[in-house]
C-alpha cells in the first residue's frame, strides 16, 4: 500500500476515533489502530494498573486482499477469521461502517 493510501486511512480512523469516544471517557477508554503485515488492527485500550499503563484487546482487523478490504475478528481461540456477513468490498470506509453498524455483535459490547 501507498503512503498516500496509508495517511488517508490514518485520518479517517483519526476521524472516527473522535466521535466514537467521546472526550467525558477518554480517561477511560481510547480506541488507536496498528498496522502490521497482515493488515489495519483496530484496539481498543483501557487503563491498568491505576492507570499508568494501558491494555489493549483487538476489535477488527481489515486487510487489503486482492484490492478490496476483508474485515476479520477473533475466534475463542484469539485466531483471525473472515467475517462472512461482510463480503469484500474496494471501499475502506464502508468496511468500517459495516464494523460500526455491526449487526450481529461481533465487535461493540452494548
Same mark, same amino acid.
Given at each position: 500500500?501507498? /503512503?498516500?493510501?496509508?495517511?488517508? !486511512?490514518?485520518?479517517?480512523?483519526?476521524?472516527?476515533?473522535?466521535?466514537? $469516544?467521546?472526550?467525558?471517557?477518554?480517561?477511560? $477508554?481510547?480506541?488507536?489502530?496498528?498496522?502490521?503485515?497482515?493488515? !489495519?488492527?483496530? !484496539?481498543?485500550?483501557?487503563?491498568?494498573?491505576? +492507570?499508568?499503563?494501558?491494555? +489493549?484487546? @483487538?476489535? $477488527?482487523?481489515?486487510?487489503?486482499?486482492? &484490492?478490496?478490504?476483508?474485515?476479520?475478528?477473533?475466534? @475463542? &481461540?484469539?485466531?483471525?477469521?473472515?467475517?462472512? /456477513?461482510? @463480503?469484500?468490498?474496494?471501499?475502506?470506509?464502508?468496511?468500517?461502517?459495516?464494523?460500526? !453498524?455491526?449487526?450481529?455483535?461481533?465487535?461493540?459490547?452494548?
Amino acid at each position: 500500500m501507498d /503512503s498516500f493510501t496509508a495517511r488517508r !486511512l490514518e485520518a479517517i480512523l483519526d476521524g472516527y476515533f473522535e466521535v466514537k $469516544v467521546p472526550p467525558n471517557v477518554r480517561s477511560s $477508554v481510547r480506541l488507536k489502530y496498528e498496522w502490521s503485515g497482515e493488515g !489495519l488492527t483496530l !484496539l481498543e485500550e483501557r487503563p491498568y494498573s491505576h +492507570g499508568r499503563t494501558w491494555i +489493549g484487546s @483487538a476489535i $477488527v482487523q481489515f486487510r487489503l486482499e486482492q &484490492n478490496q478490504w476483508s474485515v476479520y475478528a477473533q475466534n @475463542a &481461540n484469539r485466531e483471525w477469521g473472515p467475517v462472512k /456477513s461482510i @463480503a469484500p468490498h474496494p471501499d475502506f470506509e464502508r468496511q468500517l461502517e459495516q464494523v460500526e !453498524l455491526d449487526r450481529e455483535g461481533i465487535f461493540w459490547v452494548s
